[in-house]
């Protein structure tokens, strides 16, 4: 089975930065990319997404401003740099790479990456 592979999370202090890499299969070069989150005892939430080609990408409004998202497709990564964290940004963060307008179940996804953020 496809499966994305994560990396580079962590803790850190309020305000400090990490940045997550997302290491994808070669199948999903021609899939947007994106990143969701999911905080304890809350649903899964989109975060950042970054079309096929790179050209474009969205962001939720919690996040646009503060994280940016990257893709090397030479390499077949996807990056989120994440600046200025906040508690509220505490959690498991999932990569996914998706064909249709939003990742389904039924999409390529990573096992997850735990992001704590201390205040």
């Known amino acids: 089975q496809v499966q994305l592979v994560e990396s580079g999370g962590g803790l850190v202090q309020a305000g400090g930065s990490l940045r997550l890499s997302c290491a994808a299969p070669e199948i999903a070069s021609k899939y947007a990319m994106g990143w969701l989150r999911q905080a304890p005892g809350k649903e899964r939430e989109f975060t950042a997404a970054?079309?096929?080609?790179?050209?474009?990408?969205y962001y939720s409004d919690s996040v646009e401003g503060r994280f940016t998202i990257s893709r090397d497709g030479a390499k077949n990564m996807v990056y989120l740099q994440m600046n200025n964290l906040k508690p509220e940004d505490t959690a498991v963060y999932y990569c996914?790479?998706?064909?249709?307008?939003?990742?389904?179940?039924?999409?390529?996804w990573g096992q997850g990456t735990q992001v704590t953020v201390s205040s």
């Open positions: 996914a790479a998706y064909s249709g307008d939003y990742p389904s179940d039924n999409d390529y």
């Open positions: 970054i079309s096929w080609s790179g050209r474009s990408t």
